[in-house]
């Protein structure tokens, strides 16, 4: 009853910018957020954040991501900064329901490729 759908990978130099975008539509959500997994790694957090703002990220990008969102469009954004080859991955988008007979269950993005490269 929820779709995520990333928007906004891409190739990109060390150094440069990028800002991802997922949009929910279906049923309302909660707290969003992004993950991404690299070949060969685990997926780990990226950042999330509330419907009221509060935020978390994680250790290997605070200091260079922010994520937002816009409730009533019910979009989280990451605005990436100062990228590294290390941060290279599938970016997945991450809602928890909030609507009736959804709450608390959690929704996946399909990714999007994010390529940091010289």
């Known amino acids: 009853q929820v779709q995520l759908v990333e928007s906004g990978g891409g190739l990109v130099q060390p150094g440069g910018s990028l800002r991802l975008s997922c949009k929910a539509s279906?049923?309302?959500?909660?707290?969003m957020g992004w993950y991404r997994q690299a070949p060969g790694k685990r997926r780990e957090l990226v950042a999330i954040?509330?419907?009221?703002?509060?935020?978390n990220y994680g250790d290997s990008v605070k200091g260079r991501f922010i994520v937002s969102r816009d409730n009533a469009e019910n979009t989280v954004y990451l605005q990436m900064n100062s990228l590294k080859p290390e941060d290279t991955a599938v970016y997945y988008c991450?809602?928890?329901?909030?609507?009736?007979?959804?709450?608390?269950?959690?929704?996946w993005g399909l990714g999007t490729q994010v390529t940091v490269s010289s």
């Open positions: 279906g049923s309302d959500v909660g707290t």
């Open positions: 991450n809602a928890i329901g909030e609507a009736p007979g959804l709450r608390g269950y959690l929704f």
């Open positions: 954040v509330t419907r009221i703002g509060s935020t």
